[in-house]
């Protein structure tokens, strides 16, 4: 197959990477708005560059790959898909909900495959865990909690074009959350603070969050997520029921140290950040985008599943700004 990458910054430099050594893959042509970061990367990776979008556009791909900034993704997604082109984007597809909506339209129009990169449906604790609820080892689930912490904010300039803390950050959790339980949110109540770094209050975000979901069922979860977790990256979840309760990501490089004497030390370096973390992930959504190309595997992540994150996201920066709960 002939792909197309749109993209070459840090999340899209390592799907370049992944692309180029799928044995699936003949050619992989890159392109980015910056053509001379594009060619760099072509050339470690023996694949072909092109000026820019419009021009990989143009061209006979068999498929493309977002992982272009946040602000191009509903052009591009739209325009390849008035090509007839299967296309994998990273989340969000637009930074508001009736962009996102305009996108999907535009998708179930054309009948053309979307994939959205939530990386971690793929991630081995995260699948584990699924199945843990789906054989029932649980029992009933009662309650549901959520971390994701950053080591370090992101720079100054991103803050304002992220969509905030709840859009940008913990859609994945919001994400993991329907995707694990099978379960709708029926609420949300949110809090911040952007007691931090101030260019958070300048962007009109928080650095810190904390939501409480109410799911159809009556589920209790909580979802929480800072940018200043100096002990490092950590996204975990817990999972409890009347007959069990477990726990993804905590191993010995979670950044997490007990104060009981008899409780075991983390004996690993801390995880750096979400490619450190999730590199097995993010490699596996990618290989699963190509398998649906191929129409070996159903879609394992739609436009509407994203959809439905960001609408629980969208809730929560509501009940945040209207101290008041909100139903997505």
């Given at each position: 197959m002939r792909i197309g990458?749109?993209?070459?910054?840090?999340?899209?430099?390592?799907?370049?990477?992944?692309?180029?050594?799928?044995?699936?893959?003949?050619?992989?042509?890159?392109?980015?708005?910056?053509?001379?970061?594009?060619?760099?990367?072509?050339a470690a990776l023996g694949a072909t560059p092109v000026a820019g979008p419009a021009e990989l556009l143009s061209l006979d791909v068999h498929a493309l790959v977002v992982a272009a900034a946040t602000d191009a993704h509903a052009?591009?997604?739209?325009?390849?898909?008035?090509?007839g082109l299967p296309v994998f984007c990273e989340k969000p597809l637009a930074r508001e909900l009736d962009g996102t909506r305009?996108?999907?339209?535009?998708?179930?129009?054309?009948?053309?495959?979307?994939?959205?990169?939530?990386?971690?449906?793929?991630?081995?604790?995260?699948?584990?865990?699924?199945?843990?609820?789906?054989?029932?080892?649980?029992?009933r689930l009662h309650t549901v909690r959520a971390v994701t912490s950053d080591p370090a904010p992101p720079p100054d300039a991103y803050l304002p074009l992220s969509g905030g803390l709840f859009r940008d950050c913990l859609v994945h959790d919001f994400d993991a959350v329907r995707w694990l339980t099978g379960r709708e949110v029926a609420s949300v109540q949110a809090a911040g603070s952007d007691a931090g770094p101030p260019a958070f209050r300048a962007a009109g975000d928080v650095d810190t969050a904390a939501a409480l979901l109410t799911l159809d069922d009556g589920t209790l979860c909580t979802a929480t997520a800072t940018r200043v977790n100096g002990a490092g990256y950590d996204v975990r979840m817990e999972l409890a029921g009347e007959k069990d309760q477990l726990a993804v990501g905590l191993d010995v490089r979670t950044p997490l140290a007990s104060?009981?004497?008899?409780?075991?030390?983390?004996?690993?370096?801390?995880?750096?950040?979400?490619?450190?973390?999730?590199?097995?992930?993010?490699?596996?959504?990618?290989?699963?985008?190509?398998r649906s190309v191929r129409g070996e595997v159903p879609n394992p992540c739609s436009g509407e599943e994203a959809l439905a994150a960001f609408r629980i996201a969208d809730a929560c920066e509501v009940s945040r700004r209207e101290g008041r709960p909100v139903a997505p």
């Amino acid at each position: 197959m002939r792909i197309g990458l749109v993209g070459v910054g840090r999340i899209g430099s390592f799907h370049a990477h992944t692309l180029a050594a799928h044995p699936e893959v003949t050619e992989l042509v890159v392109a980015d708005l910056d053509p001379v970061r594009a060619t760099r990367t072509a050339a470690a990776l023996g694949a072909t560059p092109v000026a820019g979008p419009a021009e990989l556009l143009s061209l006979d791909v068999h498929a493309l790959v977002v992982a272009a900034a946040t602000d191009a993704h509903a052009e591009l997604v739209t325009a390849a898909a008035e090509r007839g082109l299967p296309v994998f984007c990273e989340k969000p597809l637009a930074r508001e909900l009736d962009g996102t909506r305009a996108v999907l339209a535009s998708v179930a129009e054309a009948g053309t495959l979307l994939q959205v990169g939530f990386m971690r449906r793929f991630d081995a604790g995260y699948l584990a865990a699924r199945e843990a609820l789906r054989t029932g080892r649980l029992g009933r689930l009662h309650t549901v909690r959520a971390v994701t912490s950053d080591p370090a904010p992101p720079p100054d300039a991103y803050l304002p074009l992220s969509g905030g803390l709840f859009r940008d950050c913990l859609v994945h959790d919001f994400d993991a959350v329907r995707w694990l339980t099978g379960r709708e949110v029926a609420s949300v109540q949110a809090a911040g603070s952007d007691a931090g770094p101030p260019a958070f209050r300048a962007a009109g975000d928080v650095d810190t969050a904390a939501a409480l979901l109410t799911l159809d069922d009556g589920t209790l979860c909580t979802a929480t997520a800072t940018r200043v977790n100096g002990a490092g990256y950590d996204v975990r979840m817990e999972l409890a029921g009347e007959k069990d309760q477990l726990a993804v990501g905590l191993d010995v490089r979670t950044p997490l140290a007990s104060v009981e004497e008899d409780s075991p030390v983390r004996g690993g370096s801390p995880w750096l950040g979400f490619l450190d973390r999730f590199a097995p992930a993010y490699r596996a959504e990618l290989r699963a985008f190509l398998r649906s190309v191929r129409g070996e595997v159903p879609n394992p992540c739609s436009g509407e599943e994203a959809l439905a994150a960001f609408r629980i996201a969208d809730a929560c920066e509501v009940s945040r700004r209207e101290g008041r709960p909100v139903a997505p």
